[in-house]
């Protein structure tokens, strides 16, 4: 017994027993197989991980290939331009040099042309006095020719207007004829001859349309009212009677009897007196006031003898006649001698003056 317990304490505590051992082989195996595992995954990421990375490098590599063949590509067009670029640089240099000296000529010859016209055109005052002077030469004529007030006097503004623009006390003289002249033609009385001139005109076309006193026409007695119940053969009787009547009519008046005119002589009876408003035109435009009222005094004396003055138009041609023979008319218009003489006069003296100051 003491055998067996010795023999049983002598054998070691660390030994393991074999369920343990296989345990722990078990254990090992697992652990083995779980290691390989990890390692095939970790070669397998690892290779899908360079796959990546080679696709990507591949596609890196491919795009900046294709960049720089476009960068080499632009430059290749960049040099292009800058050469076609360098060329219009040198053409538009060229064309610069060519237009500058072509300015320098224009200016030399603008130069060269200013100085002529320096020479050889008159000053502001000369041209203004100049205008002023052909102004009142067109002023004189429609005074002398037309007896026209009304243009004279605004051409005599106008001048005066063109004169106070240059403000010289030289142009004195000149202004106070001017104004002188003004004043004149501001107290001649206004005749309106555009307006006489339609009234004549209107006349002139209704002479034609006047009935002649010859023409005169008595107006016939109003007939009496016939009675409904009169019998066929009282109507007839009493028709005849009027009929009767009317054969003959007896007018008192204190107007001497119409002259009898004949068609021809009506023909140039109204010629005539056509011609006699026309003539009192022509004396309206030439202000002769004589002629002027003769004419119409005229032309009335014939519409009242020869016309019939019972006619509203008669009447109307009449009336207007009176009216107009009523009109007075300047006897003297104004001339403007001393505005003539006064712009004359100043031209002169500029012109004197410019001869003395120009260089010999």
């Keep these: 017994m003491e055998t067996t317990a010795d023999a049983k304490q002598e054998v070691p505590a660390s030994t393991p027993s074999a369920p343990a051992v296989a345990q722990r082989d078990v254990r090992a195996r697992a652990a083995l197989r779980t290691l390989w595992v990890v390692v095939v995954l970790a070669i397998l990421g690892a290779a899908y991980a360079w796959y990546l990375q080679n696709r990507d490098s591949q596609a890196l590599r491919a795009e900046i290939a294709q960049r720089l063949a476009n960068a080499d590509a632009q430059a290749v067009q960049a040099k292009a331009r800058d050469s076609d670029l360098a060329n219009e640089?040198?053409?538009?240099?060229?064309?610069?040099?060519?237009?500058?000296?072509?300015?320098?000529?224009?200016?030399?010859?603008?130069?060269?042309?200013?100085?002529?016209?320096?020479?050889?055109?008159?000053?502001?005052?000369?041209?203004?006095?100049?205008?002023?002077?052909?102004?009142?030469?067109?002023?004189?004529?429609?005074?002398?020719?037309?007896?026209?007030?009304?243009?004279?006097?605004?051409?005599?503004?106008?001048?005066?207007?063109?004169?106070?623009?240059?403000?010289?006390?030289?142009?004195?003289?000149?202004?106070?004829?001017?104004?002188?002249?003004?004043?004149?033609?501001?107290?001649?009385?206004?005749?309106?001859?555009?307006?006489?001139?339609?009234?004549?005109?209107?006349?002139?076309?209704?002479?034609?349309?006047?009935?002649?006193?010859?023409?005169?026409?008595?107006?016939?007695?109003?007939?009496?009212?016939?009675?409904?119940?009169?019998?066929?053969?009282?109507?007839?009787?009493?028709?005849?009677?009027?009929?009767?009547?009317?054969?003959?009519?007896?007018?008192?008046?204190?107007r001497p009897p119409a002259p009898l005119v004949t068609p021809e002589q009506s023909f140039f009876l109204r010629e005539n007196l056509r011609l006699r408003l026309l003539a009192a035109r022509l004396a309206l435009l030439a202000r002769d006031e004589r002629s002027f009222k003769a004419d119409l005094a005229a032309a009335r004396a014939w519409t009242m003898q020869y016309f019939d003055r019972g006619n509203a138009a008669v009447q109307s041609v009449l009336s207007t006649l009176a009216q107009l023979a009523s009109i007075p008319m300047p006897t003297e218009v104004p001339d403007l001698t001393a505005s003539l003489d006064a712009v004359r006069n100043l031209k002169a003296s500029l012109e004197r003056g410019q001869a003395s100051s120009a260089p010999r």
Excluded: C
């Design 89 to 254: 640089l040198r053409d538009a240099q060229a064309k610069l040099a060519l237009l500058d000296a072509r300015l320098a000529e224009f200016q030399s010859q603008q130069a060269a042309l200013e100085a002529l016209y320096r020479d050889l055109a008159p000053s502001r005052d000369e041209l203004t006095v100049s205008e002023v002077e052909q102004i009142l030469v067109l002023a004189s004529q429609q005074l002398s020719l037309g007896g026209n007030v009304q243009a004279a006097l605004t051409a005599l503004q106008v001048a005066d207007a063109k004169l106070a623009r240059l403000d010289r006390p030289a142009l004195g003289p000149l202004r106070r004829a001017l104004a002188r002249d003004m004043d004149r033609l501001k107290a001649v009385p206004y005749v309106d001859v555009a307006g006489i001139s339609i009234r004549l005109d209107q006349m002139i076309e209704g002479i034609d349309a006047l009935p002649l006193a010859k023409d005169e026409r008595v107006r016939p007695p109003p007939k009496s009212p016939e009675p409904a119940d009169e019998s066929a053969w009282v109507r007839f009787l009493h028709d005849a009677w009027n009929d009767l009547r009317s054969l003959i009519r007896i007018e008192v008046t204190d």
